[in-house]
Each structure stands twice: as C-alpha cells, then as structure tokens.
C-alpha cells in the first residue's frame, strides 16, 4: 500500500512570478462525474498582492477550504488544517534570492591556493557577485597518486599516509587541517554573525575527511547550516563542487525561512496533520525536512515538466513549453525525464541533477522595446535567469493590470483580440474585481507606434495591430530557439514530436509555434494554464544517492561495479521505506555516468531494461548527439547515480491518442458558439468564433479560426488548423501557416526574426564544438568562435564566443570562397591552417 491513500484534501500549490496555481483534490463519493472519488478545485491568484494577502500559496489553500467547505476561513486567523491531507509545492523563493542575490551572509572555507579565471580572453570581465562574503583558505592538502589498483610501488612503501579514496582512487595526505587554528577562524566567523558556511577541499569527492572534520567543528562553534561539498554532491571538479555547496550554503535558510513563515500561517496541528513536500530541480518530491536550496532553482517549472510528462506522453517524443508571466520553459520527453548535472544560473556553476529546461525570457509578463530599428521582446539575451528584471511580474505586471506597468506579450495579445476581457479573471484593481485594462494598453501601443514609424517612414508606416503582431512573432521566434537547441542539436527531428502547450498564455501561441518548427500535433490539457500545480499532484517521492568512480568498463569491471549498484539501491529503498514506503511502491533507475577515454564529456547513461549492457546505451546516445563514436577507446565510469522512485500519486492517467483513435467527431452546432470576436492573424482581423470549454462536448471538432476558452486560459486555433475535444485536452491537428514574405528590404520585424534563426544556429555549432573538444582552451576557457557568412563571405550571426576571432574569419571565408570559385558543394567542407589563406588568427577550424 502507498503512503498516499487518506480522506483528506490534497493540495498542491506551484508559486510563478506573475500567478500563483493552486489545486485542491476533495475525496467525494465515487461516481460517473468523478470516478476516482475526488473533485478538483482550482484557485489562481496573483503571486503578489501585499494590499490584500501576505502569502500566496496560502491564500490559495484559505480560498480552496471555503469552496471544499461552504463555510468561511477568515484571512486573519490561521488556516485549519483538520481537513488536509498534504501540501504539495513547487516554488521560486531559491531563485529569486539567486538572481537578486539576497541570500543568507555565508562563509567559504577552502583549500588554501584555488583561483578561478573565467573568460580569460574578455577586455572587460564582469564577474557576476559571488555568493559568499567572506573566504577562509584552510591549510589542507592531499595529492591523487594512483588508479584504482594499486599506489605507487615508491610511495607504498615509504611510510607516507596513503588512503584509498570513495572512487577507488588513492590520495597521500601532504598536510593535514590545524584543528586549532580552524576552531579559532570559525570562531571569529561566529562572532561576525556568520551562521552559514560552505566547506570545500581538493579532493574532497574521493577523500572526504578532512570536509567532515572541519564540519564537525563548525557544528561545535554553533554553526546553523553546514554545507559539505562532499555530501551534497560528491563529483569531480572543485570549482562546480564549490559553487554548488556555496548556493547550498547561501540558498537553503532562506528556504528554512521561507517555509517557517507559510507554517506559521497554519494553526497549531500543522506538523501533526499534514504531509508537507516540495518538488526539487530533477522532477522529484522530498519531504520538508530535506528540501535543500541548491536542488530548488528549478522547483517551479520542474512540476510542469511532471505534469505534461504524466498526461500528454505515448508513442511519440513530448515537447513541452510552458509559457508563463517571467518566461518560458521548454523541455523534452520521451518515456524517460532528461537531466543535466552541471548548470550555471546567473554566474554560479551548480553541480546537481536538473531537468533539461531551457528557459527564454519571452513571457506574458515580458517587456516590449523598439531598439536600434528592431522590435526586442525582453532581454537582449536568452537567459531570463540572469536578467530578472526585464519580466513585468505580478507587481506591477503588465499595463493592462491597473498597476502602471510596462507593454508586454500580454498586451500584445490583447491589443490584438487574443486574450477577451469578459473571460479574463476580474482580479485586478484595489478590490481585486476590476477586467483587464484595454484602453492603458492601447495607449502605450500609440505611443509606441509613434517610435517605431518615425524610425521607419511614412512608406513603410505600421498600424497598431501590425506593431503588436510584429512582437508576438518576434517573441514566437524566440521561444523557438530553446526548442531547436534540445532537438535538432541533439539529433533529434524537431518535427517528429508532439507539443504539449502549458502555462497562462501558451495555448495563444500553440499554433505559431507548431508550425513555425514544422509540428503537426498540440496537446493542450485542461488544466494548461495550471498544469504544473497539477503536476505536483502526479509526482512521485524521490530520493538520490551517487558515488564517484574510477574504472574502466569491461566485463571484468562489472561485478565491482554491480556490487556498489546494489548497496547504492539499498540505500535509496531503506530512505524511502523511512518515509512510510512499502518496498512494492519503489522502483529504482541506475545510470553510469561514463565517457570515452581521452575526452572530457560525460553521459549519464541509463541501464537498459532487460540487461547490463551500458557500453551499447552508451554509445548509441553519444553518436545520436554527435553523430560518431570512438570505437577503439575504453569507456571509464566517472559515477555511479541511482535514482530511487516512491510511486505515490495514485491518480491514473489514460493514454489519450488511443482515446483520440476511438473517437468519431462530432460537428460543432452554431449555438455551441457563445460569441463572434475580432482577432488579428497573419491576413488581418478575422471574425472568429469564440467557444467555451465547459460547453463543448467530448468529440467535437472546431475548425480555425478560433477561440476556446475555460476560466483559467485562453486557446487561440489558428487558420489551417483544427481542434478535437477529449477527455481531458484539446488536441490541435496543425496546418501549414500563412507563408510570410521575405523581402531585402529592411523590416525590423523580420531582421529581428532572423536575428533569433541566425543566432541559434552559430550557437549550436558552438554547444557540439565545445562538448566534443578535448582541449581545456576550447572546452572550459572557450577560446573559439563559431559563425554564419553570407554569400559574399560577410559576417551574418555570431555566437557570444571570442570576438577577436571574428575579422579573421571573414577573410578566411572570402578566401576560401575565391579559391573554389563556386565549385563548392552542399556537404563539403573546408578545412585551413595557411596563414596565407586570408587569416590572422590560423590554425584553426572553420
């Protein structure tokens, strides 16, 4: 039996920037309408709102309680827990205090005479503000002096203090800690006000010692929160190792505090009554107790992946955008979650298993410019996670939330009749019950037309609607990019997947993104504009262990390495039968991290289902990345992760392109439409039909133009395609999209469009060049530069890569280009190291 089976309500909570998505499951007598004996309730409210509520996720849970209840919770007394059975949240308190660096003051103790030097080639280095404030170097050392077989004969034999390390490495202790002088420094950190310390030693992912011996310490002084580099990710590298315990260290009590606070708002029987969780980085739900803030900067978006994961996957690859009020988060699916274990978000490096999101700040919330003649939808940068303020948020949000704030996607979409004011939630205002605000937004949209077409000229003058439709394409094409970069770069064929569209506006783009990527399928869910909340609802309880390794595969190497695999699994299912699991309920994911010898990239490469064979998994994964193999090398493993999983959602889900097979369409009736609208598309304004979710029935088929609509979101089908209402989605059949010309002349909508199709291929190439290279100049201090030149051999794109390259490459390509004399053919490739050949900076690869 499963630790999720109770009678009280289940609530799960995803905190965003801009809105704040809560669920409620209340167990009700099993019927046709409800055949898993539970209703769901969803309450969505602004993320912040300091005039009418102190805390979101709680106000959410208040709202759920009066509607499951019929009775009133007042906001001034603590909530009742009597009736909850558990809280689940996904929240972004873990970055936010990382992108505005206002974590707790910590300390970083570390081996005395480590330096890092980032972007050695920059003339200007801005260094992002480091985490901690104040270093103390320990006067530690221990040398790595052998494989896994034996020390050397000469140090072996000489007496020195030789250990084998937790890799199978052996290390000789050059210099032990001064216990005394450590009690004294962090003595005097103790006495500064530090509460917080980060310790991280060379070696430490083998030889742990010393890190425990100085916790130990450090836990006398009266220390609140120790972060070892050791425990909480025990990998090779010492700067990712302590970055990752410095976020740790830095992060963490502010999620104590965090948390402190929402209990605080709960009466009295809170720890008694209910099962607190929280969802971390990698997709997966831990108690309270261990949610720890390095493996939180992903909590949000992680329940979305979850909840498209769970409900939209079949046969076919899931692509998933979730397009909310800060930015938007793609990811990829197919039967198994994608994780990456070496992130860098707003300059710190962190170690640990994330979903592979890729996030674009190109929001509902984000800002709209008119920049040196091209139309800019936030940040000149892809990453949102480093430029945070470029997002309207929920306070002020966008113009048409009555708070004075800037143009956004969001008003772009309204000025162009894709988001309907009578459907819009009414939460805005003094008295949270005032619409959207149409006439602020075409304001703004006057004053911005101004701008733009006295940049442009009377010829070539825009209205208002060709102004707004210009940034949502230009927006479009950027969420595109993240998209193309987790397929295509990865040997995928981004048309081969279906799309499955979340978040508060990701059913208004559906269509323009499905076909500007050439998808023929959308799975929209009903509960979209919630769906990562709803996610939460069907994650499972998980629980990691990893350990480093130094072998070298082979079947020799295996049962060594098989023998480790199932003390690690033992590990996982002892920590989750802690948790009220029974072993039925757990399931374990072995993975070896492995790369080939002589290279520097590692995969996390998953057991296949019925054998050992990771050589095999390895390979084909590397050659789908890469497009080759290296044959002849060994295989080392560098780690050994398993992931173990508590089965505990007991919701199930139906497969529903089995559903979509067996259904037989049923025509849409002319009173099923509430309303005819005026929406702005490629060809102008359309009369379109607008359509309401709850009146549809399951079989009907909409043709576009339309709009469907449901209480918490709004579906834009657009011409050439069709919609078909199931179960529990609406699926989109996508076709072709209007063909937009192409024109030399200079259009700031298209030069920007461009501008995102063009960077996106120069930074790909720069993605495979540096995890397929050997060399530490390319690899880690990325000295290269890839880009894309017209036919006369001048610069198009460039990647944000070493600049000093670029002039050079011009010439080398007009070179090149002169030298074949049009005799060049698709799949050729040049390769030139003459210095001669119109280069400055050669040898090199072009």
């Known amino acids: 039996m499963s630790i999720r089976e109770g009678p009280g309500i289940r609530i799960s909570i995803d905190r965003g920037g801009t809105f704040t998505d809560c669920i409620g499951m209340v ?82 103790l570390i081996t005395k005479g480590n330096q890092a030097r980032p972007k050695i080639f920059d003339l200007s280095i801005r260094k992002h503000e480091v985490l901690y404030q104040r270093v103390v170097e320990i006067d530690e050392r221990v040398m790595l002096i052998g494989d896994e077989s034996q020390p050397p004969a000469d140090l072996a034999n000489d007496g020195s203090n030789i250990i084998k390390g937790i890799s199978g490495e052996y290390v000789k202790v050059l210099q032990k800690p001064d216990t005394n002088k450590i009690k004294n420094d962090l003595q005097s950190l103790y006495e500064e006000g530090f509460r917080s310390i980060a310790i991280c030693l060379m070696h430490s992912y083998t030889f742990s010692d010393h890190e425990r011996l100085l916790g130990s310490i450090a836990s006398t002084v009266g220390f609140t929160h120790i972060s070892l580099s050791s ?74 992946v979850v909840g498209y994961a769970s409900t939209s996957f079949s046969e076919n690859p899931v692509i998933g955008f979730d397009m909310g009020g800060t930015s938007t988060d793609v990811s990829r699916f197919d039967g198994l979650y994608e994780h990456v274990f070496e992130t860098t978000t707003a300059g710190i490096t962190i170690q640990a298993p994330q979903l592979d999101i890729n996030t674009v700040a190109a929001g509902g919330g984000s800002q709209l410019f008119f920049r040196n003649g091209l139309f800019v939808v936030g940040p000149e940068a892809d990453n949102i996670r480093t430029y945070s303020n470029m997002s309207a948020g929920a306070q002020p949000g966008p113009t048409c939330y009555r708070k004075n704030g800037p143009l956004t996607v969001t008003d772009a979409n309204l000025m162009l009749g894709r988001l309907n004011i009578d459907y819009f939630p009414k939460i805005f205002g003094p008295s949270e019950d005032q619409p959207l605000d149409v006439e602020a937004t075409h304001l703004k949209f006057q004053l911005l037309a101004e701008e733009i077409n006295a940049f442009v000229g009377n010829e070539k003058k825009m209205s208002l609607d060709e102004i707004a439709y210009g940034f949502i394409k230009v927006a479009n094409e950027a969420m595109c990019r993240p998209i193309r970069a987790l397929t295509e770069a990865k040997g995928y064929d981004t048309s081969k997947h279906v799309l499955a569209c979340f978040g508060g506006a990701g059913g208004q783009h559906a269509c323009a993104i499905a076909q500007n990527l050439g998808i023929k399928k959308i799975l929209i869910h009903r509960y979209s504009s919630i769906l990562s909340a709803y996610g939460l609802a069907l994650a499972d309880v998980v629980n990691e262990v990893q350990e480093p390794c130094l072998k070298t595969y082979s079947d020799d190497s295996l049962p060594y390495l098989r023998e480790k695999i199932n003390a690690l699994c033992e590990t996982c299912t002892k920590e989750l039968k802690s948790q009220g699991f029974d072993e039925s309920c757990i399931q374990h994911q072995i993975y070896l991290n492995l790369r080939y010898q002589g290279t520097d990239f590692a995969i996390m490469t998953l057991k296949p289902e019925d054998s050992w064979d990771f050589a095999q998994a390895f390979a084909m994964q590397y050659k789908q990345e890469f497009g080759f193999n290296f044959p002849d090398r060994d295989i080392l493993v560098d780690d050994i992760r398993i ?77 050439t395609c069709s919609a078909l209402i199931t179960t529990s989605h609406i699926f989109i059949t996508v076709g072709d999209g209007i063909k937009t010309k192409v024109t030399t002349e200079s259009d700031p909508i298209q030069l920007s469009i461009f501008g995102h199709r063009f960077m996106s291929i120069a930074e790909q190439m720069g993605n495979a060049l540096q995890k397929t290279a050997v060399s530490t100049n390319i690899k880690e201090r990325l000295d290269f530069s890839c880009a894309l030149f017209g036919a006369d051999g001048g610069l198009v794109a460039n ?48």
């Open 643 to 719: 992931r173990g999983v508590g089965k505990s959602s007991g919701i199930t889900q139906h497969d529903v392109f089995d559903e979509i097979k067996s259904i037989s369409p049923i025509p849409i009736l002319e009173d099923q439409c509430d309303k005819m609208v005026s929406v702005y598309f490629e060809s102008g304004r359309i009369e379109t039909p607008l359509y309401l979710l709850e009146k549809l029935k399951i079989g009907n088929k909409i043709t576009g133009p339309a709009m469907i609509m449901d209480s918490n979101s709004t579906v834009l089908v657009a011409p």
């Open 799 to 846: 990647a944000p890569h070493i600049p000093v390259h670029l002039g050079s490459l011009s010439h080398a390509v007009k070179y090149q280009m002169e030298y074949y004399n049009g005799t060049l053919e698709d799949g050729d490739v040049i390769l030139t190291n003459h210095p001669q050949a119109g280069g400055s900076h050669l040898p090199g690869n072009y």
């Open 27 to 108: 167990p009700v007598p099993v019927s046709k309408e409800y055949p898993t004996g539970r209703r769901e309730i969803v309450v969505k409210l602004l993320s912040v709102d300091p005039q009418n509520y102190p805390d979101a996720p709680r106000e959410g849970i208040r709202r759920i309680l009066e509607i499951a209840t019929g009775k009133p919770h007042p906001r001034n007394k603590p909530v009742d827990t009597s009736l909850i059975e558990s809280i689940r949240m996904g929240t972004t308190v873990a970055t936010n205090a990382l992108l505005e660096r206002k974590g707790e003051k910590c300390a970083l």
């Open 231 to 304: 425990a909480i990710m025990p990998m090779i590298k010492i700067v990712p190792r302590g970055t990752s315990s410095t976020a740790d260290a830095y992060l963490t009590p502010c999620i104590r505090k965090y948390i402190d606070g929402f209990i605080s708002g709960f009466d009295e029987n809170m720890e008694k009554n209910i099962r607190l969780e929280f969802m971390q980085s990698d997709g997966g739900l831990v108690p309270v107790n261990k949610f720890s803030g390095f493996r939180a900067i992903l909590s949000g978006p992680a329940g979305g």
